[in-house]
């Protein structure tokens, strides 16, 4: 069956500090690849989103993500956190049949604590 | 604030019992997909709508169902509810359903079974 594996479950960085959050899929296919920020009692947000083109993207809040195909693998980064970046992040998947079905795939999330 | 609405916001109620989740999506958009957020399994993908009709099932429960309406407004129906479906119940619209579309993600519902 198809997983969306995020490696970390909580992190801690401090303030400054560079993160990087792992993001790896299993399926072998046409895939478009999202990122969704959940700050603490919100809901789902947009980070940043790969469909084609540039494997390098750049989302809000200065993250960016790189799709590397050979590794199947997604992984979020941010050179410099804030504390505002308290949050937790989910990496998601959506295969593509031709666009007859969208319903993402999602990673177990990895929480993460800055500290001021 | 993504534009996709959901009522109630929270929603307490007994094992058992029935509840009708409701959600609106962004103007627009034909879209209507549910997700279920739990601490043990994660964010699972329910089912989903493409302008009133079915497209697509996930892990969705037999004593689940949805429906969305002409207004393109979906509802969730829980039913015989059990203390494990307890969980936060998201909704999220896109403009259709094809390879370039983005889903944006309503508020939730808190349901807590008792």
């Known amino acids: 069956a198809q997983s969306v594996s995020q490696h970390n479950h909580h992190v801690i960085l401090s303030e400054a500090a560079s993160l990087e959050l792992g993001c790896n899929y299993s399926?072998?296919?046409?895939?478009?690849l999202f990122w969704y920020v959940q700050y603490p009692g919100q809901h789902l947000q947009l980070l940043l989103k790969y469909f084609s083109g540039d494997p390098l993207v750049k989302g809000i809040k200065g993250f960016e993500a790189e799709f590397i195909k050979s590794k199947f693998s997604f992984n979020l980064r941010k050179p410099s956190v804030q504390w505002s970046d308290t949050a937790e992040y989910f990496c998601?998947?959506?295969?593509?049949?031709?666009?007859?079905?969208?319903?993402?795939?999602f990673g177990k999330g990895t929480k993460l604590s800055v500290k001021p | 604030d993504s534009g996709v609405t959901q009522t109630p916001k929270h929603l307490i109620t007994a094992t058992g019992q029935r509840v009708t989740l409701r959600c609106s999506p962004r103007?627009?958009?034909?879209?209507v997909y549910w997700y279920q957020q739990s601490l043990d399994q994660g964010l699972q993908f329910l089912i989903q709508?493409?302008?009133?009709?079915?497209?697509a099932k996930g892990n969705i429960l037999e004593r689940f169902s949805a429906q969305q309406f002409p207004d393109l407004h979906s509802e969730l129906n829980l039913s015989s509810l059990e203390l494990g479906d307890s969980a936060l119940y998201f909704c999220a619209s896109s403009a259709r359903t094809g390879e370039t579309d983005t889903q944006y993600f309503g508020p939730g519902t808190r349901l807590t079974v008792l």
């Open positions: 709508y493409y302008n009133g009709e079915e497209r």
């Open positions: 998601a998947v959506r295969r593509n049949y031709g666009g007859s079905q969208g319903n993402l795939i």
């Open positions: 103007s627009g958009d034909l879209s």
């Open positions: 399926y072998g296919g046409t895939v478009n």
